[in-house]
């Protein structure tokens, strides 16, 4: 029988930083327009760490089905699966159960939004919810996982830059426009390098398991070059915001000291490979919430 230890490791604490900051993100450019509803920025959090939980669990059972946590010398943190603490079975119906309560409390906050945002704008967010549902779900799970196909890279992009922090903006300002856009790709690009240090780390076992990643594909010194562009190109696009919309007083840019962390973590993982690139990825994700907070403080 699974204990209370077991589930925690399979949720992964250290990746929900970066779930968290998405909304945080998101809300505080909502701030920034006079527009914040705590409701919705609670339940959008819950959401958010949510859907990271079940991307995490059902990204342990795919791999260990296809056999990627038994082939080779695994890098990272020892699988539940993989240990035996948690079945196949178990986790299959953890995935289960955590998509039920995925699909309430997005149902719960679609409807709650309903009394700001007409019907055409509910539908989009009721099909934008079960794409993330999708896209948590079969990162590794089913015969065409995507990320077995050298697709995470985007779709981590594109679901923890775009999707959730325009998400979460809309969800307060109940309209679109370009402001968001800026930061929502920085963010973006914060997940990306997440999700490359796990690659750069896995590298070899995922060669022999036969998982292509872009880390895969570039080899790893390519893959480290790589991560200089995610990281230079996150610094700007958060620049290029302050630069248009927030105006010229020195203190709205104090948070771009922030940014000195993450080229020094780039440049110990220059030189690091394998299991010595494991703390990176908590680093990066307690980073990303850091870089928001002080983002947010700063624009407001």
């Not at 999700?195 to 893959?223: F, H």
């Amino acid at each position: 029988m699974p204990t209370i230890k077991n589930w925690i490791s399979a949720f992964r604490l250290r990746t929900l930083f970066l779930a968290i900051a998405t909304v945080i993100l998101g809300s505080s450019l909502a701030w920034h327009e006079g527009m914040f509803y705590g409701k919705i920025f609670f339940l959008t959090l819950i959401l958010a760490v949510s859907l990271q939980i079940l991307s995490n669990l059902a990204n342990d059972l795919g791999d260990y089905q296809k056999g990627t946590d038994t082939t080779g010398d695994r890098k990272g943190p020892i699988r539940t699966l993989q240990s035996g603490y948690i079945s196949v079975k178990q986790m299959k119906k953890a995935v289960g159960l955590v998509i039920i309560w995925v699909a309430i409390i997005g149902l719960t906050l679609v409807n709650y939004s309903t009394k700001f945002i007409g019907w055409k704008s509910t539908i989009i967010m009721l099909i934008i919810g079960l794409l993330c549902i999708l896209a948590a779900v079969f990162y590794t799970l089913s015969k065409h996982a995507y990320g077995y196909k050298g697709w995470g890279d985007f779709f981590a992009f594109l679901f923890f830059g775009p999707v959730a922090v325009i998400g979460t903006y809309f969800l307060h300002v109940h309209s679109l426009d370009f402001q968001p856009v800026l930061p929502a790709i920085g963010m973006g690009l914060t997940s990306t390098m997440i999700l490359n240090i796990n690659n750069m780390r896995d590298i070899d076992n995922d060669l022999a398991s036969g998982k292509i990643t872009i880390a895969v594909k570039l080899g790893l010194k390519n893959a480290k070059i790589y991560h200089l562009i995610l990281t230079c190109s996150m610094c700007l696009c958060f620049i290029s915001y302050s630069i248009i919309y927030a105006s010229f007083p020195w203190h709205r840019y104090l948070y771009t000291f922030v940014f000195l962390l993450s080229f020094i973590m780039f440049f110990k993982i220059f030189h690091k490979s394998g299991k010595d690139l494991d703390p990176y990825l908590k680093y990066t994700s307690l980073f990303s919430l850091l870089l928001v907070i002080a983002f947010a403080l700063c624009i407001n």
